[in-house]
């Protein structure tokens, strides 16, 4: 758990450190990139959900962190949650598709 819990955490630090606005006071990424260094640190499960609760109050504290996080989570979101979503709809077609040959029954599109 711990080894997914850092790179889960620390990719989700990064990306929001990369979709901070220029804007954004210079000491925003410093302050992403020093939790982000302190990640790793986190190995007992009382420092991990201090660190998360830490995170998640930076993340709450300013408009320019909210608006980096968001657009990350939609990069995201686009990058990664929509192709496996495609991806799963092509599968499930392909079983459907299989099950009817197997059986014989035709597919009905409508």
Same mark, same amino acid.
């Given at each position: 758990?711990?080894?997914?819990?850092?790179?889960?955490?620390?990719?989700?630090?990064?990306?929001?450190?990369?979709?901070?606005?220029?804007?954004?006071?210079?000491?925003?990424?410093?302050?992403? @990139?020093?939790? !982000?260094?302190? *990640?790793?640190? &986190?190995?007992? +499960?009382?420092?991990? =959900?201090?660190? $998360?609760?830490?995170?998640?109050?930076?993340?709450?504290?300013?408009?320019?962190?909210?608006?980096?996080?968001?657009?990350?989570?939609? @990069?995201?979101? !686009?990058?990664? *949650?929509?192709? &496996?979503?495609? +991806?799963?709809?092509? =599968?499930?077609? $392909?079983?459907?598709?299989?099950?009817?040959?197997?059986?014989?029954?035709?597919?009905?599109?409508?």
């Amino acid at each position: 758990m711990s080894g997914k819990w850092t790179t889960t955490l620390s990719d989700m630090l990064y990306g929001t450190e990369q979709h901070l606005c220029r804007s954004a006071p210079q000491s925003a990424a410093k302050r992403l @990139a020093g939790l !982000r260094a302190r *990640v790793p640190q &986190a190995t007992r +499960r009382a420092d991990r =959900l201090a660190l $998360e609760k830490e995170i998640e109050s930076l993340l709450g504290s300013a408009p320019y962190f909210r608006a980096a996080y968001r657009r990350h989570i939609n @990069a995201q979101f !686009r990058d990664e *949650v929509i192709p &496996a979503l495609e +991806r799963l709809v092509e =599968l499930v077609a $392909e079983c459907v598709r299989r099950k009817a040959q197997s059986t014989g029954a035709g597919v009905k599109r409508g």
